[in-house]
């Protein structure tokens, strides 16, 4: 039946609860294969499983901390028997991952790169807040959870900048405040319970309010969707106004599936973590406007093009990105669906506007509407001409008022043979 929802998205207008639930079961089966028959868990020890950057590259060995994250999110988003044991493993995974990589290399040499690789990720913000983030949806049943998550959370918290905030590095001695980092954080530790400190609020948002906060508008709509998050009733005016702004520079570039890359340095290397700004975008409109603005067509139409992609063979990409699948996106795509779904759940207004589009959209495309507006005109058309001819003034004015009311039918006609054809 799910499947059926996602292959009949044409027949929406915005997404309900069935079809958010169904896409992330989409997402949830793609990840199952992955987990399963995917080579970068070869070599792992037992009870260990990992994934990597690639969702549909079955034969590519890369795992990590993004990828890794994005599976614990996805499974967690889905629970049940067999997800909460494939969380183990993951968990697992996350736990140990610094002690059996480097056993895992070929040779010494590659086992010095993996220990250096892993020291260089052991403090990346990016990294580190994405998995805290993970970790927090994991039910507290999940062994190990609560020890890594608390490990990771102290060693995020140690990094804090005396300013407020934090830089790309978790080395407060060596980083400078960076606010997508910050953002990272800040949402991260909101989902694992922590309330967020007014100091690191406030470092945010004062540099959202800068004018070097406007230099990168993805980065941007990130950083004001982790305030809306936590901090939505103090600075309301403020998100609106910003949602305004965006809005109005971006809404061209709404038309197709597009991310931002953002780079930063850790060490003497180059690194970057992708921003897929749109889905964010959605997710501020969503908590800034959810009964009204976001039921428009402006943000329904990306989020069922991507329910429809997910579930084709081809899947959901980035043209700009190349045409593999991945496994960080899908996972924030599921989570941005766990979101819509809770939302609708919980709020009777916001799920009486949904229901009543697509209640309006299947009437628009089911045969019934089209007999009804036909005969309609038909019957004006007749009643109008009969009076007419058994009027004894026969004046043309008389005809005007119902003629128009057949041309409104038929013009109500053209405009539903016109969403149909959407």
């Given at each position: 039946m799910k499947s059926e929802l996602l292959r009949t998205t044409r027949r929406y207008r915005c997404i309900d609860e069935d079809l958010a639930d169904a896409t992330m079961s989409a997402i949830r089966a793609r990840f199952d294969l992955l987990l399963e028959s995917g080579a970068q868990i070869r070599g792992l020890p037992h009870g260990m499983i990992a994934a990597g950057q690639y969702l549909d590259r079955f034969g590519f060995e890369q795992r990590g901390l993004f990828g890794t994250a994005a599976a614990v999110l996805v499974l967690s988003c889905t629970p049940d028997p067999d997800g909460v044991r494939k969380l183990q493993a993951l968990v697992d995974y996350l736990r140990h991952r610094e002690t059996i990589e480097p056993d895992l290399a070929a040779d010494p040499e590659e086992a010095i790169e993996v220990s250096r690789r892993i020291a260089v990720?052991?403090?990346?913000?990016?990294?580190?807040?994405?998995?805290?983030?993970?970790?927090?949806?994991?039910?507290?049943?999940?062994?190990?959870?609560?020890?890594?998550?608390?490990?990771?959370?102290?060693?995020?918290?140690?990094?804090?900048?005396?300013?407020?905030?934090?830089?790309?590095?978790?080395?407060?001695?060596?980083?400078?405040?960076?606010?997508?980092?910050?953002a990272h954080v800040l949402r991260a530790l909101s989902a694992a319970a922590i309330p967020?400190?007014?100091?690191?609020?406030?470092?945010?948002?004062?540099?959202?309010?800068?004018?070097?906060?406007?230099?990168?508008?993805?980065g941007r709509i990130f950083a004001l969707t982790v305030v809306a998050t936590i901090r939505l009733r103090t600075h309301r005016a403020f998100l609106k106004e910003e949602h305004r702004r965006l809005v109005a520079a971006l809404r061209t570039q709404m038309s197709s599936p597009a991310e931002a890359n953002y780079e930063y340095t850790a060490g003497r290397r180059q690194y970057y973590v992708r921003i897929p700004w749109q889905l964010y975008l959605i997710e501020l409109t969503l908590r800034l406007f959810p009964s009204t603005k976001f039921f428009s067509f402006l943000w329904q139409q990306p989020l069922l093009a991507a329910a429809k992609l997910i579930e084709s063979p081809a899947g959901f990409t980035y043209p700009s990105s190349g045409d593999a699948q991945s496994t960080r996106t899908h996972g924030i795509i599921c989570e941005l669906m766990r979101l819509i779904s809770v939302s609708l759940a919980n709020a009777p207004r916001m799920r009486a506007v949904g229901t009543t589009i697509n209640t309006a959209t299947q009437l628009a495309h089911s045969r019934l509407a089209n007999v009804v507006l036909w005969l309609a005109a038909a019957v004006i058309v007749g009643y109008t001409s009969a009076t007419w001819v058994l009027s004894s003034r026969h004046t043309a004015t008389e005809l005007a008022p119902n003629f128009i009311a057949t041309a409104v039918v038929v013009l109500i006609q053209v405009a539903l043979a016109r969403i149909r054809r959407q």
């Open positions: 990720e052991r403090l990346d913000t990016f990294k580190s807040a994405d998995v805290v983030f993970a970790l927090s949806r994991v039910p507290v049943t999940v062994l190990g959870r609560d020890t890594h998550l608390q490990e990771l959370i102290g060693r995020i918290e140690a990094a804090r900048l005396s300013g407020g905030g934090w830089g790309t590095r978790l080395d407060n001695s060596a980083s400078s405040f960076d606010p997508l980092a910050t967020a400190k007014e100091s690191d609020v406030e470092a945010l948002v004062r540099h959202l309010r800068s004018a070097s906060g406007e230099e990168n508008p993805y």
